[in-house]
């Protein structure tokens, strides 16, 4: 089985303050997993159909140019132990007229925190980054992704956490001054989105100072996501089955070896059907949602679902197959 996409920036971008739409956060994403050590140019290109095919979304090129023309004028704060740098994504953008291109060359400024990395690097799950919905739920991803193997976040104090995300403006004015509606608008919305679609399950507590609430610190655990993006020919459209995409076929196959259905007979069975890889796909869904509990066997559950196991008494499987 392929394993699923990690891509990796600095961590001073990791907790820089910026602020992107969901769109140019998915651009980000994208353009950081064509990155390449031994690409001196500075100049990637974006495949508009192959991102399309990889989120399922649809994306009109009027929204794309305002988009790259706002990441050109938004800039990152960057703290580090000696410097505070603003640095600016792009060196240009070029859009190939008719082709569904857009090349993009990095700024001199940018390239560092991107390649550059030695051990102060976050590393995430690209599809993870590209399913969430909420900028805010990607932009608290990736912060939550630095600490995946520790467990626990360090405590941001509330205020500067809300500048990271892009909610302080200028003249210090919160987009979200009180925590109930920060917690409603951002936080709540982030876990929800996290643990449904990504590689992470995330908790968070406010932490008050006298009266006042003072610090956030998310709790942070890995745990199995359902669909996998790989690298090289995300765009690719070679299916093994009729109407199937390759992450699905992988996903079901990912969903069978955790739960112990092994036998290659009966594997090849269901890896073979598309209506199988649907169910399966589906149940790999709930089973992440929460749906099925715990007290459920899950592997005969899934292949009841499937109609391979019969949920009346008589054999655990139709003839001829077994599985253990």
Known sequence: MNT???VRHHNAIT??????????????????????????SGIYEIVVKDLSEITGKKYAYNYLRKATEAMGSRMFEVMTEKTYEQIWMFQGVKYMIGEGRIEVRLSELIRPYLFDL???FTSFELLSAL???????KRIYTICSQWKDVGETKKFDLLDFKKMLGLVDAK?????????????KVLDVAVKQ???HTDLSIGYTLEKKGRAFKNVVFTVKPQAVDVVATLPDLGATSQPLPGVAAHQVENAGRLLAQLSITTPELVAQILGSPAHVAACNKFAHDLKTGKYTKSHSLSGLLLTVLGIKKASNGPLFDKPTKAR
């Open 194 to 196: 996290i643990n449904e």
């Open 4 to 6: 699923p996409l990690e």
């Open 118 to 120: 030695k051990n102060n």
């Open 131 to 137: 399913r969430l919905t909420s900028k805010h739920a």
């Open 172 to 184: 210090g004015k919160e987009e979200y001054a009180e925590v109930s509606m920060f917690k409603k």
């Open 15 to 40: 907790t820089a303050r910026y602020e992107y739409s969901e769109l140019q956060m998915d651009l980000f994403f994208y353009l950081l997993s064509k990155l390449r050590k031994d690409d001196t």
